[in-house]
């Protein structure tokens, strides 16, 4: 089976800078739940903007499902993966549902309505992302945690096979932080949804994801379980950080005790 993303020597960079990220190379199997993580700057964003076809690498090649990513159509790549970020634009005088009805454009021929079995995938979203409740109300009415959620939830309406994430937890205090990841697990567990997650919280990186890739200016540093990620010598070299790691129900967890050697962190050194 082809790999859900494939990313070879991918390459980025502004005018008059060097590349941002260079030399990246990664593969992301089918229904696997993959966070990056990596210093401020260090490329996270870049290479997530790549996958998500919103920057264009200067050279390498990505694929989805086998084929070239530069070569799909919008349509087809929209009906495939999806992209949720930080924060979103747009007009917030807007119901949930109308929202998430926007999701099914993907799948809609020009002249078509949302209605019939469109409907139907609109009522599935909602449900699956706990905002059937609130599905009248105007995203002007909902909180922070419940907006993110309307967003995911027209993320769904895609049906996509693939979710992109960029931090989307960090404005959300701990309890929704955990209600969002929490169902991001459940979409990953039981509709197969593949995950490719920025994160800066490493704990939660480690209780939720079955891979960690970490980077630093621009290149993967380190990856693989988050067992084999936390050590000591991952969080003094990527993050300057000395920390002691500890085990919880077999998951680790890492406890920050100070700056290495007290210099100020270069991220992108
Ligand atoms: N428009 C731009 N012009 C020049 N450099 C840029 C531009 N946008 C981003 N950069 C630089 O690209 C580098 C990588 O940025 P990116 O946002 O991918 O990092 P990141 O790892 O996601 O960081 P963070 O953790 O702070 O979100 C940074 O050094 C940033 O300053």
Redesign the pocket.
Known sequence: MNPAIAADQLKYG?ER?AP?VNGFNLKVAAGEWLGIV??????????LRMLARLATPQSGKIELEGRDLASMDNKSVARTMTMLAQTQEGALDITVRDLVRRGRNPHLKWYEECRGPHEEVVDWALQVTSMTRLQHRSLLELSGGERQRSWLAMCMAQTPRVLLLD?PTTYLDIAHQLELMELIRSLNQDQGITVVM?L?DLNQAARFCDRIVA?KSGAIVRQGTPGEVFRVEFFREVFGIEAKVYYDDGVPVYLPSGIVNKQPHEA?A
């Open positions: 502004y800078s941002i990596g210093p401020n700057g260090s490329g996270k964003s870049t290479v931090e920025v800066h980077m992108t």
